[in-house]
C-alpha cells in the first residue's frame, strides 16, 4: 500500500523527474566519477587510488558541488550511500540503508551540553549569559576538523541537568528544517487547499497543573498542527520546559525542554519506527529518548511566537533549544531534497535504467546539511540562524522546488521588498 501523496506545498522531484535534470556524477567529496567509479581530478583526468586518497587532490566538498548546481537544469548523482559503513554490520539482520538511516536518528547526534551535567555548571553557565545556541556552537567546534566526507552527525541531542527524567532530547536537522516549513505553510497556504484547511498551529497555554511553578519548570503549551499529507487530521501534542522567566533556572529549564503526543491519536508514523527501533549494542532503551519531529518542532515554532507576540516575553526566544534556520539553510534543504539522488545497490526502483537510484533519505539529507553546519566555510550562524536583518520573518520564507517559480539562490532573499 503506498503512503497518500503529500500537499502541494510540501512537494519534492521524484526520482524519474530528477533523472530527466542533467545528472553530474560525483563521490562524497563532490569530485567528478566515471560510470566504472574512476574519480577525476580537477583537469578531467583519472587519478590513481593513491592520488585520491591524498590531500592534494580533495574535492570542493558535497555542500559546496550541490550549491552550485544550477536547480533547473542539473543535480548530482552521489555515487555511494550518505551513511558510515559501519552501520551496514553484516551482524545485524537489517543491513541496508533503511536500516542505517534509523540507526543514524538514534545514534548520530553532537551532544550539545556533555560538559554541563549539573544544575550548579547550567546556573554559572547562565550567569556568563550562555544560551542553547552558544552550547551548540561550543559543541560544533568539537566536530568542526572532521573531513566532510567522515562527518555523518543528523543533529544535536541535549540532556535535563534537572529533575528526575533524564532523556535525551534527539533533534536532528529533517525535523528542524521540516518543522519550518510546516510553520510556514500555515501562514502562506491558501485556506481551501483542497483536501485539508492548514489553519494556524493552534496554540494554548496549559495551566492544568496546578502544582507547576513557572520560574522553576517552565510552561507547557498545547498545540495543533497540520499533517504534511494529503487527507490527514492534524496532530496534536505538548511542549513542557519552556522558559518563560530570565532567571538563573532559564538555561537549566531549556535543557529539559521535551515533547509529547496526544495519547488519543497515533503519532506520525516516524515516531513509531524510530522509537521502537532497537539495535543490539545500544545502552539505553527506547524510553531514554525525546525524538523532536517536524511537528512538534512547528509547535515549539508556534509557541515561541504566541509568547513572544501575546505575552510580550521574548525569553523563550533566546532559550530555545530549537533554532530558526536562516533562508539559505532551508534552500540547501530543499536542494538536498530536489537536486540530488543516490546510487544505491541495496534499492530497487524497478525502473530498468535508473533501478539503483533513490531519493536521498532524510537522514542523509540530514546528514548533508550538518556538514555544512559543521564547515568552517558556512557555520552555525550561516545555516541555523536566523537574522531578522537579512532573512525577515520565518513565517515569509520561499518554499518550494529549487529552479521553480524563481527559488534559486541569486535571488533567495528577493521577495522580501527592502532585503538583498
Given at each position: 500500500?503506498?503512503?497518500?501523496?503529500?500537499?502541494?506545498?510540501?512537494?519534492?522531484?521524484?526520482?524519474?523527474?530528477?533523472?530527466?535534470?542533467?545528472?553530474?556524477?560525483?563521490?562524497?567529496?563532490?569530485?567528478?566519477?566515471?560510470?566504472?567509479?574512476?574519480?577525476?581530478?580537477?583537469?578531467?583526468?583519472?587519478?590513481?587510488?593513491?592520488?585520491?586518497?591524498?590531500?592534494?587532490?580533495?574535492?570542493?566538498?558535497?555542500?559546496?558541488?550541490?550549491?552550485?548546481?544550477?536547480?533547473?537544469?542539473?543535480?548530482?548523482?552521489?555515487?555511494?550511500n550518505?551513511?558510515?559503513?559501519?552501520?551496514?554490520?553484516?551482524?545485524?539482520?537489517?543491513?541496508?540503508?533503511?536500516?542505517?538511516?534509523?540507526?543514524?536518528?538514534?545514534?548520530?547526534?553532537?551532544?550539545?551540553?556533555?560538559?554541563v551535567?549539573?544544575?550548579?555548571?547550567?546556573?554559572?553557565?547562565?550567569?556568563?549569559?550562555?544560551?542553547?545556541?552558544?552550547?551548540?556552537?561550543?559543541?560544533?567546534?568539537?566536530?568542526?576538523?572532521?573531513?566532510?566526507?567522515?562527518?555523518?552527525?543528523?543533529?544535536?541531542?541535549?540532556?535535563?541537568?534537572?529533575?528526575?527524567n533524564?532523556?535525551?532530547?534527539?533533534?536532528?536537522?529533517?525535523?528542524?528544517?521540516?518543522?519550518?516549513?510546516?510553520?510556514?505553510?500555515?501562514?502562506q497556504?491558501?485556506?481551501?487547499?483542497?483536501?485539508?484547511?492548514?489553519?494556524?498551529?493552534?496554540?494554548?497555554?496549559?495551566?492544568?497543573?496546578?502544582?507547576r511553578?513557572?520560574?522553576?519548570?517552565?510552561?507547557?503549551?498545547?498545540?495543533?498542527?497540520?499533517?504534511?499529507?494529503?487527507?490527514?487530521?492534524?496532530?496534536?501534542?505538548?511542549?513542557?520546559?519552556?522558559?518563560i522567566?530570565?532567571?538563573?533556572?532559564?538555561?537549566?529549564?531549556?535543557?529539559?525542554?521535551?515533547?509529547?503526543?496526544?495519547?488519543?491519536?497515533?503519532?506520525?508514523?516516524?515516531?513509531?519506527?524510530?522509537?521502537?527501533?532497537?539495535?543490539?549494542?545500544?545502552?539505553?532503551?527506547?524510553?531514554?529518548?525525546?525524538?523532536?519531529?517536524?511537528?512538534?518542532?512547528?509547535?515549539?515554532?508556534?509557541?515561541?511566537?504566541?509568547?513572544v507576540?501575546?505575552?510580550?516575553?521574548?525569553?523563550?526566544h533566546?532559550?530555545?533549544?530549537?533554532?530558526?534556520?536562516?533562508?539559505?539553510?532551508?534552500y540547501?534543504?530543499?536542494?538536498?531534497?530536489?537536486?540530488?539522488?543516490?546510487?544505491?545497490?541495496d534499492?530497487?526502483?524497478?525502473?530498468?535504467?535508473?533501478?539503483?537510484?533513490?531519493?536521498?533519505?532524510?537522514?542523509?539529507?540530514?546528514?548533508?546539511?550538518?556538514?555544512?553546519?559543521?564547515?568552517?566555510?558556512?557555520?552555525h550562524?550561516?545555516?541555523?540562524?536566523?537574522?531578522?536583518?537579512?532573512?525577515?520573518?520565518?513565517?515569509?520564507?520561499?518554499?518550494?522546488?529549487?529552479?521553480?517559480?524563481?527559488?534559486?539562490?541569486?535571488?533567495?532573499?528577493?521577495?522580501?521588498?527592502?532585503f538583498?
Amino acid at each position: 500500500m503506498t503512503d497518500p501523496p503529500k500537499k502541494d506545498f510540501f512537494r519534492e522531484r521524484t526520482p524519474a523527474q530528477i533523472t530527466k535534470l542533467s545528472l553530474l556524477l560525483v563521490d562524497e567529496q563532490g569530485r567528478d566519477l566515471l560510470p566504472d567509479g574512476t574519480i577525476l581530478g580537477p583537469d578531467g583526468l583519472p587519478l590513481s587510488l593513491r592520488e585520491a586518497r591524498g590531500p592534494e587532490f580533495r574535492g570542493p566538498g558535497l555542500v559546496s558541488r550541490l550549491l552550485n548546481v544550477n536547480p533547473s537544469k542539473e543535480a548530482l548523482l552521489l555515487g555511494s550511500n550518505l551513511h558510515h559503513s559501519t552501520l551496514t554490520d553484516p551482524r545485524y539482520k537489517r543491513v541496508d540503508s533503511t536500516w542505517a538511516t534509523r540507526k543514524m536518528f538514534r545514534k548520530s547526534y553532537i551532544p550539545v551540553n556533555s560538559k554541563v551535567r549539573t544544575l550548579e555548571r547550567a546556573i554559572m553557565l547562565y550567569h556568563d549569559g550562555v544560551t542553547p545556541s552558544d552550547l551548540r556552537k561550543e559543541a560544533l567546534s568539537r566536530v568542526s576538523k572532521i573531513p566532510e566526507e567522515y562527518s555523518f552527525f543528523v543533529g544535536f541531542s541535549n540532556q535535563p541537568v534537572q529533575g528526575a527524567n533524564k532523556s535525551f532530547g534527539l533533534v536532528n536537522l529533517w525535523a528542524i528544517m521540516v518543522g519550518a516549513g510546516i510553520f510556514v505553510y500555515t501562514k502562506q497556504a491558501p485556506r481551501n487547499d483542497g483536501l485539508a484547511i492548514p489553519g494556524p498551529v493552534n496554540i494554548e497555554m496549559d495551566f492544568s497543573e496546578s502544582e507547576r511553578i513557572p520560574s522553576k519548570d517552565g510552561a507547557v503549551t498545547n498545540f495543533s498542527v497540520p499533517s504534511t499529507t494529503s487527507g490527514r487530521r492534524r496532530y496534536n501534542g505538548s511542549i513542557y520546559n519552556i522558559p518563560i522567566e530570565d532567571n538563573e533556572l532559564a538555561l537549566p529549564i531549556a535543557l529539559g525542554t521535551h515533547t509529547s503526543w496526544n495519547s488519543k491519536f497515533d503519532p506520525p508514523k516516524y515516531l513509531r519506527w524510530v522509537k521502537n527501533f532497537s539495535f543490539r549494542d545500544q545502552s539505553h532503551s527506547s524510553n531514554d529518548f525525546d525524538f523532536w519531529l517536524p511537528h512538534s518542532v512547528a509547535g515549539d515554532h508556534a509557541s515561541v511566537e504566541h509568547l513572544v507576540t501575546k505575552h510580550g516575553n521574548v525569553v523563550p526566544h533566546d532559550y530555545s533549544i530549537i533554532p530558526i534556520p536562516s533562508r539559505f539553510g532551508v534552500y540547501l534543504w530543499l536542494l538536498s531534497r530536489n537536486n540530488l539522488l543516490v546510487h544505491d545497490p541495496d534499492y530497487s526502483s524497478g525502473s530498468k535504467k535508473f533501478r539503483n537510484y533513490r531519493h536521498a533519505r532524510v537522514g542523509e539529507s540530514s546528514v548533508l546539511v550538518m556538514r555544512a553546519v559543521a564547515n568552517p566555510l558556512f557555520g552555525h550562524d550561516m545555516i541555523l540562524h536566523c537574522d531578522p536583518s537579512v532573512d525577515g520573518k520565518l513565517r515569509d520564507y520561499p518554499w518550494g522546488i529549487p529552479g521553480i517559480n524563481g527559488l534559486t539562490l541569486d535571488n533567495l532573499y528577493s521577495k522580501n521588498p527592502g532585503f538583498q
